[in-house]
């Protein structure tokens, strides 16, 4: 069976600092990669998607950016943290069908101090 | 452009009664609609989904959906709720006629909170 893993499930980061977030997916390949942001559990923001290794498309122009190494792994960075770069993040992914729903990380609570 | 809205941002019922939560959406082609549910510091787990076929649809944990082409609608509904089912629910939306076919679009979400 398929699963998504997703760490660390909390950060605590200054103002400034580096970021890593890493997701990985098991038991499927060249699967559709997705990276979220939620802000006080209401609706997500998608940040970036990936339909293979090296594609990404970034969704909203911030202080973030993502890769993908390798074909299931989608690791999401940042040179310099803000304080508006706090929230929930999320990493998802789909296989290759729109008629598939997508499956979930258990995600990283990220508080910029 | 694709996109859904869910217009209630929280739901209350008893539990034992039957619940509705809503979803409408808007697409350019013939649309693919999933509901999602997320518990407190959890990522969102699929329920159920619409493809093509019978507009009542089933899904987990005894829930099921409506699909209307005409109200362009998905409305989430389960006849008896449990408070196990209070949580955060999403609507989302795929859009067979868009080319961006990498995407899908999430409502807001409804907390639907069941009360004993």
């Known amino acids: 069976s398929q699963t998504i893993h997703q760490w660390p499930a909390t950060l605590v980061q200054p103002v400034g600092s580096p970021l890593s977030l890493e997701c990985t997916v098991e038991g499927t390949s060249n699967p559709n990669l997705y990276w979220y942001r939620q802000a006080a559990g209401r609706g997500l923001q998608l940040l970036f998607y990936?339909?293979?290794?090296?594609?990404i498309s970034s969704e909203v122009p911030q202080n973030l950016s993502a890769s993908r190494p390798q074909d299931r792994q989608f690791i999401l960075s940042s040179k310099k943290l803000l304080l508006s770069d706090s929230g929930f993040y999320l990493c998802?992914?789909?296989?290759?069908?729109?008629?598939?729903?997508?499956?979930f990380g258990d995600g990283t609570r990220l508080s910029i101090l | 452009a694709q996109s859904v809205a869910q217009p209630e941002d929280q739901v209350n019922v008893a539990e034992g009664n039957p619940l509705t939560v809503k979803c409408t959406y808007s697409v350019s082609g013939n649309p693919y609609l999933f509901w999602y549910v997320q518990y407190p510091n959890r990522g969102l787990q699929f329920l159920l989904k619409?493809?093509?076929?019978?507009?009542l649809v089933k899904g987990s944990y005894g829930f099921e959906a409506e699909f209307n082409k005409s109200q362009t609608s998905f409305h989430l509904k389960k006849p008896s709720a449990l408070v196990s089912d209070s949580a955060l629910y999403f609507c989302?939306?795929?859009?067979?006629?868009?080319?961006?076919?990498?995407?899908?679009?999430f409502g807001d979400g409804t907390t639907l909170t069941v009360k004993p």
């Open positions: 998802a992914w789909r296989g290759d069908s729109l008629n598939q729903p997508q499956h």
């Open positions: 990936s339909v293979g290794i090296g594609q």
């Open positions: 619409y493809i093509t076929g019978d507009n």
């Open positions: 989302a939306v795929s859009d067979l006629g868009n080319t961006n076919a990498g995407k899908s679009t």
